[in-house]
């Protein structure tokens, strides 16, 4: 069975903490004053970065991906 976290604002630890990831504080590459929240999420034998909207899912084999939403409504 899949399960599924979408990362907002609010919950980086604990999207963090299901995944067994790691939450990090992202800067703006034009404003160092703008920070974001963001997690490095466990990816097979890689790691990667999920960003507010992005979405996480736990595939039925416990492995994780990231869904990446380009466009929100």
């Known amino acids: 069975m899949m399960d599924a976290r979408t990362l907002t604002r ?10 067994g990831g790691r939450p990090v504080t992202q800067h703006d590459a034009l404003d160092d004053s703008a920070t ?3 997690v490095n ?4 034998n890689d790691v ?3 960003q ?3 979405v996480i899912i736990r595939n ?4 994780f991906r ?6 929100t409504k």
């Open 10 to 19: 609010s919950n980086a630890h604990e999207v963090a903490e299901w995944c």
């Open 60 to 63: 039925s084999d416990g492995t």
């Open 36 to 38: 974001y929240a963001a």
């Open 41 to 44: 999420v466990p990816v097979g």
């Open 48 to 50: 990667e970065r999920a």
């Open 66 to 71: 990231i869904d990446r939403q380009l466009f």
């Open 52 to 54: 507010i909207g992005d």
